[in-house]
């Protein structure tokens, strides 16, 4: 009788895991009123993002947030303040994967540049909580005191990290303008799957100077920048797993490995569909060419 009320609460424990892991199609959509100084390119992604989090409030709900911000109409020369109330952070979903493409509708609203989102994807409920981490980027300096989300040609990355448990951390770069995703961390002379990351400890990436070791094995990176303006994606993937950093080919010796996008989602998908505990962070970065 003992042996068989073990057998029933392991299939219940088993039970509850899969439901805690259970992946949700969900659908959301999201009209964004762009800014007169915001372009058309950041606002698209403004507009795809938060059309995420509303998909994901609207399946798992939202915990109460003290980070608002205004939007502001202005109809008929009357003006109006609608507050969005919920950030990446305090809906309590996560999103996998996006199915197929997001749906965009531009055009102009009151004379304000408007764009409409409609997007469906693959997502599931968050039961724990997430990974509290450290995460900045700093421009033409090691210090915390040089974190910017605002490039120029020829300025400097570099990446302060880090995390309160032992883990796992691999980093990438979306170029926006050709697609590609460059894998940033591991370095690229590195043969690990993923980078070792010590509790509690403060990391800087991308600088010789700052390595822990074998400083000759450190890729240090420039930001550079064709157009006036152009909006590049950091993605920070960590892990108290061990975990095998996407396949990415070296296809330019001055460049980090590269994969496309569609390549690097699908990648990304997977591991978290694997690994409930893996933390995405995303940091979206400006560079300017004057």
């Not at 749906?103 to 540049?113: A, P, R, T």
């Not at 989602?265 to 560079?287: F, R």
């Amino acid at each position: 009788m003992r042996l068989r009320y073990i057998f029933i609460l392991l299939m219940l424990l088993n039970f509850l895991s899969i439901s805690a892991q259970k992946i949700e199609k969900v659908h959301g959509e999201y009209t964004y009123h762009v800014p007169d100084n915001v372009s058309l390119e950041e606002g698209k992604r403004t507009a795809i993002e938060r059309a995420k989090i509303q998909a994901l409030a609207d399946a798992f709900g939202a915990l109460v947030s003290q980070n608002n911000s205004a939007i502001v109409k202005n109809e008929n020369g009357k003006s109006s303040v609608n507050f969005l109330s919920i950030g990446g952070s305090d809906v309590k979903g996560e999103w996998i994967e996006t199915i197929g493409e997001p749906k965009l509708d531009i055009f102009y609203e009151s004379n304000m540049l408007t764009i409409k989102v409609s997007i469906d994807g693959k997502a599931r409920e968050i039961k724990n909580a997430s990974i509290d981490i450290e995460a900045k980027l700093l421009r033409n300096g090691t210090e915390e005191k040089y974190e910017s989300d605002e490039f120029r040609n020829g300025d400097d990355l570099y990446l302060y990290f880090k995390s309160p448990i032992n883990g796992y951390l691999a980093v990438y770069l979306l170029d926006e303008n050709t697609q590609q995703v460059f894998c940033l961390l591991p370095y690229k002379s590195s043969g690990e799957p993923a980078y070792k990351i010590i509790h509690d400890k403060p990391y800087v990436f991308f600088s010789c100077q700052k390595a822990e070791e074998k400083p000759s094995e450190v890729d240090e990176y420039t930001m550079t920048c064709e157009h006036p303006i152009e909006q590049n994606t950091i993605y920070i993937v960590f892990s108290p797993n061990m975990f095998a950093k996407a396949f990415a080919e070296d296809e330019n010796i001055g460049l980090p490995r590269q994969l496309p996008l569609k390549e690097f989602q699908k990648w990304l998908g997977k591991c978290k569909v694997k690994d409930t505990n893996l933390k995405e962070t995303i940091k979206l970065l400006t560079i300017k060419r004057k």
